[in-house]
């Protein structure tokens, strides 16, 4: 697992730009990989080659494989990276089923704050 | 003496009254007042012979005619009571009673059957048609009598110094004539009158099944539009979620963008990107509240009237505005349907099916084969339309997708350009029409809409 290396997986482009740079701001050193769906997050983490992010932000409203589905196939892997699921919607249903998933620990409403990140960097550390 | 006399006179009304309520019917009235009269008149007629029979030593007689008065009296005191119908057995009983004594009195030979006639007038004036258990009993009393006169003769009952003769008459007397006639009246009463009461019954019940029929049918009226009401307000319920949902993701990027915005420092380069992203999202929401417009105008559809339409017609109209797309694409769509076939619904709507699911089928086409389009019309049923479009595109999963094909910004394909709107929009035209969509498709393989419309 590379320490200072963090997923993104969102189907809107603009959203993981922002992401990738509040997560620089928090860090400048952190390096960000996006990936626009889960299929294709997917691919990455199963190769062993590719090396591992420490979290995963993961976007919920995705076309054709949405957050959940991705979840589904996630814990298939069985992979110790955790999740942090990151949503425009503060819906209670949705909060809910993130309990149904060991890997999710956090869930963030966007838009993401350089305080979420830190956070998140001081839980892992 | 005039005071007497008025005294007397209002207490003789009181008792003649007895059983007389405020609202009783005048035939009611006329009723109970003629038996109480009668009741009241024979104790005071035959009280004159008691100290007759008494100084006479004839006991039985003065016994007798004392029990009867007493029991004319005890009628009186039952119409009082309101018990009428005690009132009047007890009135047939004491009456025939007093006939029997007065025929004994009077030697006449044949009182017996005189009994029995007057008993059996009796029974016609007192009671009325609905005591039909009344009139039964009696008719079963009779033909036992009856059976008497005819069938044991000369049988004699010795009551005192007198004798009954029972029986042993000829068809020709006139008691037994009047006996017949009874009896055919009897008859004839109990016929007429069950007649009366079943045609009576038979047309209340008509009557209250077709009131149930009617509640039942309002009943299930109301109980359709709760549905559809339901249905509408859980469609609404999912548009509005789906759509301010969709909203707050532009709206959380603006949001973000705004917070990164270095204020301090206007004229960076990055600030200038932040700008550009701001203007982007913000197009992005626009385009999600022009498509709430467009979807709200797509229901107003619904105000518009039906028309008798040629089906054949309306594909060449659709073909011909999806002329540039279905030229570039080197597709082929085609009709199954009669030359005369029509179809009798909202127009607007119908094309706005029509039109989405071809541009669909032209749109998810696969990628080394020419897409083929074919619509076909059925309206052989009596109740429904049935119109398939049936298409060799690329397919859909619906092990996976099945719920969410129909869905409002559900996306299925991230190859193909599209915000997912249109078929929420199909469906929602087929349910403005009244009818159903289904799906069947399969990866690779094309797909085929089915809808059916009501007639």
């Given at each position: 697992?590379?320490?200072?290396?963090?997923?993104?997986?969102?189907?809107?482009?603009?959203?993981?730009?922002?992401?990738?740079?509040?997560?620089?701001?928090?860090?400048?050193?952190?390096?960000?990989?996006?990936?626009?769906?889960?299929?294709?997050?997917?691919?990455?983490?199963?190769?062993?080659?590719?090396?591992?992010?420490?979290?995963?932000?993961?976007?919920?409203?995705?076309?054709?494989?949405?957050?959940?589905?991705?979840?589904?196939?996630?814990?298939?892997?069985?992979?110790?990276?955790?999740?942090?699921?990151?949503?425009?919607?503060?819906?209670?249903?949705?909060?809910?089923?993130?309990?149904?998933?060991?890997?999710?620990?956090?869930?963030?409403?966007?838009?993401?704050?350089?305080?979420?990140?830190?956070?998140?960097?001081?839980?892992?550390? | 003496?005039?005071?007497?006399?008025?005294?007397?006179?209002?207490?003789?009304?009181?008792?003649?009254?007895?059983?007389?309520?405020?609202?009783?019917?005048?035939?009611?009235?006329?009723?109970?007042?003629?038996?109480?009269?009668?009741?009241?008149?024979?104790?005071?007629?035959?009280?004159?012979?008691?100290?007759?029979?008494?100084?006479?030593?004839?006991?039985?007689a003065?016994?007798c005619f004392?029990i009867a008065?007493?029991?004319?009296?005890?009628?009186?005191?039952?119409?009082?009571?309101?018990?009428?119908?005690?009132?009047?057995?007890?009135?047939?009983f004491t009456s025939n009673m007093s006939v029997l004594l007065a025929s004994l009195m009077l030697?006449i030979?044949s009182g017996f059957h005189l009994y029995i006639f007057t008993a059996?007038?009796?029974?016609?004036?007192?009671?009325?048609?609905?005591?039909?258990?009344?009139?039964?009993?009696?008719?079963?009393?009779?033909?036992?009598?009856?059976?008497?006169?005819?069938?044991?003769?000369?049988?004699?009952f010795?009551i005192?110094?007198f004798?009954f003769?029972?029986?042993?008459?000829?068809?020709?007397?006139?008691?037994?004539?009047?006996?017949?006639?009874?009896?055919?009246?009897?008859?004839?009463?109990?016929?007429?009158?069950?007649?009366?009461?079943?045609?009576?019954?038979?047309?209340?019940?008509?009557?209250?099944?077709?009131?149930?029929?009617?509640?039942?049918?309002?009943?299930?009226?109301?109980?359709?539009?709760?549905?559809?009401?339901?249905?509408?307000?859980?469609?609404?319920?999912?548009?509005?979620?789906?759509?301010?949902?969709?909203?707050?993701?532009?709206?959380?990027?603006?949001?973000?963008?705004?917070?990164?915005?270095?204020?301090?420092?206007?004229?960076?380069?990055?600030?200038?990107?932040?700008?550009?992203?701001?203007?982007?999202?913000?197009?992005?929401?626009?385009?999600?509240?022009?498509?709430?417009?467009?979807?709200?105008?797509?229901?107003?559809?619904?105000?518009?009237?039906?028309?008798?339409?040629?089906?054949?017609?309306?594909?060449?109209?659709?073909?011909?505005?999806?002329?540039?797309?279905?030229?570039?694409?080197?597709?082929?769509?085609?009709?199954?349907?009669?030359?005369?076939?029509?179809?009798?619904?909202?127009?607007?709507?119908?094309?706005?099916?029509?039109?989405?699911?071809?541009?669909?089928?032209?749109?998810?086409?696969?990628?080394?084969?020419?897409?083929?389009?074919?619509?076909?019309?059925?309206?052989?049923?009596?109740?429904?339309?049935?119109?398939?479009?049936?298409?060799?595109?690329?397919?859909?999963?619906?092990?996976?997708?099945?719920?969410?094909?129909?869905?409002?910004?559900?996306?299925?394909?991230?190859?193909?350009?599209?915000?997912?709107?249109?078929?929420?929009?199909?469906?929602?035209?087929?349910?403005?029409?009244?009818?159903?969509?289904?799906?069947?498709?399969?990866?690779?393989?094309?797909?085929?809409?089915?809808?059916?419309?009501?007639?």
């Open positions: 697992m590379q320490q200072n290396l963090v997923m993104l997986v969102d189907d809107d482009p603009m959203s993981n730009t922002y992401s990738t740079l509040v997560v620089k701001k928090q860090n400048p050193n952190t390096e960000v990989l996006t990936f626009n769906s889960g299929t294709s997050a997917l691919k990455y983490l199963k190769d062993g080659a590719n090396p591992k992010p420490v979290i995963i932000l993961l976007d919920l409203n995705m076309p054709v494989m949405n957050g959940w589905d991705f979840m589904e196939e996630y814990e298939k892997l069985d992979l110790d990276i955790e999740v942090v699921v990151v949503t425009s919607s503060n819906d209670y249903e949705d909060r809910n089923r993130t309990r149904s998933f060991h890997r999710i620990i956090d869930y963030f409403v966007k838009p993401i704050t350089v305080d979420n990140i830190r956070r998140l960097f001081l839980r892992n550390a | 003496m005039r005071a007497f006399l008025n005294v007397l006179l209002a207490t003789f009304n009181r008792i003649i009254d007895s059983g007389v309520a405020e609202g009783s019917s005048v035939h009611h009235r006329y009723r109970i007042r003629s038996i109480n009269s009668f009741c009241f008149f024979c104790p005071i007629i035959s009280s004159p012979y008691l100290p007759i029979f008494y100084i006479n030593k004839i006991y039985l003065f016994w004392t008065n007493l029991l004319f009296l005890t009628v009186i005191w039952a119409n009082h009571k309101f018990k009428f119908l005690e009132a009047k057995l007890l009135m047939v030697g030979e059996a007038l009796f029974v016609f004036w007192l009671f009325e048609n609905q005591q039909v258990r009344q009139v039964i009993l009696t008719f079963f009393v009779y033909v036992v009598l009856y059976l008497l006169i005819f069938y044991h003769s000369n049988h004699y010795p005192y110094t004798y003769r029972i029986g042993g008459l000829s068809m020709y007397d006139l008691n037994v004539i009047l006996s017949l006639l009874l009896t055919f009246l009897l008859f004839y009463n109990y016929f007429t009158y069950y007649k009366l009461i079943t045609s009576d019954l038979l047309d209340k019940q008509s009557t209250l099944e077709r009131e149930v029929g009617m509640r039942k049918r309002s009943e299930e009226e109301t109980r359709k539009l709760f549905d559809d009401l339901s249905l509408s307000y859980k469609n609404l319920e999912q548009f509005s979620y789906v759509v301010s949902h969709n909203m707050r993701a532009p709206l959380a990027n603006i949001k973000g963008f705004v917070s990164l915005y270095d204020k301090s420092r206007p004229g960076t380069e990055q600030n200038a990107q932040i700008v550009g992203y701001v203007e982007t999202a913000s197009n992005h929401l626009d385009d999600i509240l022009s498509d709430l417009n467009f979807i709200l105008r797509n229901r107003e559809r619904a105000l518009e009237n039906k028309l008798e339409l040629n089906f054949q017609t309306v594909v060449k109209e659709i073909s011909q505005s999806l002329h540039t797309e279905i030229e570039a694409t080197k597709a082929t769509v085609t009709v199954d349907a009669h030359m005369e076939a029509s179809i009798f619904t909202i127009k607007s709507a119908l094309i706005n099916i029509l039109y989405n699911l071809v541009q669909n089928s032209l749109k998810y086409r696969k990628n080394f084969e020419d897409p083929k389009v074919h619509i076909g019309f059925d309206h052989s049923d009596n109740h429904t339309y049935c119109i398939k479009i049936a298409d060799n595109g690329i397919g859909i999963d619906l092990t996976k997708h099945k719920d969410r094909v129909f869905k409002l910004y559900s996306r299925l394909n991230r190859n193909v350009d599209g915000k997912g709107i249109g078929l929420y929009l199909v469906k929602t035209q087929v349910e403005v029409l009244g009818g159903t969509i289904e799906i069947h498709s399969e990866p690779n393989k094309g797909t085929v809409f089915t809808i059916r419309l009501p007639k």
